[in-house]
């Protein structure tokens, strides 16, 4: 979501998401294909909306969104670590 507020459009192709009602359950042959799709993505990081921002703040902000995403879900941040990030707090009230 936060990718999609910043750049104004979804990070990933809805083509990647091609799997039919009940194809897509934990360890099926469907997960590891979008899985695979995923793990070819490169997020689009020049769009106009995000290039408006600053550069630091940019910075900041694709770390985080970065690890949000991440395929991996050993590698993305808890709820908390999220909220807690160094970009999140630029806004936060003192």
Known sequence: ???RLLAGAFPF???I????PGENWVGSP???QIREKLQAVRLDWQRPN???MGMQERGMAQRLISRMLA???LHRPSAR???SDP?????APP
Request: charged letters at 35%; zero cysteines; glycine letters at 4%.
């Open 30 to 32: 469907k997960m590891r």
């Open 1 to 3: 979501i936060a990718y």
């Open 50 to 52: 995000l290039l408006a």
């Open 71 to 73: 395929v991996n879900e």
């Open 87 to 91: 970009w999140l707090a630029l806004s």
């Open 17 to 20: 998401f091609d799997d039919r």
């Open 81 to 83: 670590e999220a909220l």
């Open 13 to 15: 192709r809805d083509g």
